[in-house]
């Protein structure tokens, strides 16, 4: 009788383990997929606040002198 607990004890603790080694497995892979997209939003606003430095740098200094060249030959006239 008791070898026959024992023994269904250490099934189910078996059993517990696998359990646990599959939800450690999956959170590993939750973890790397996390990195990987934290990674790429990163690399994303990098770009991103590089294409907005080059457009406020280029083109809105030269709408901005275009304008004012304009109001001046407004005023002018």
Not at 33 to 57: F, M
């Amino acid at each position: 009788m008791v070898g026959a607990v024992k023994e269904d004890v250490l099934k189910e603790l078996v059993k517990m383990r696998v359990c646990q080694q599959r939800v450690q497995g999956y959170l590993a892979d939750d973890q790397d997929t996390q990195a990987r997209i934290r990674q790429g939003l990163k690399e994303n606003l990098r770009t991103s606040n590089e294409q907005y430095e080059d457009h406020l740098k280029g083109t809105l200094n030269k709408l901005k002198r275009s304008y004012w060249s304009k109001c001046q030959a407004v005023e002018v006239s």
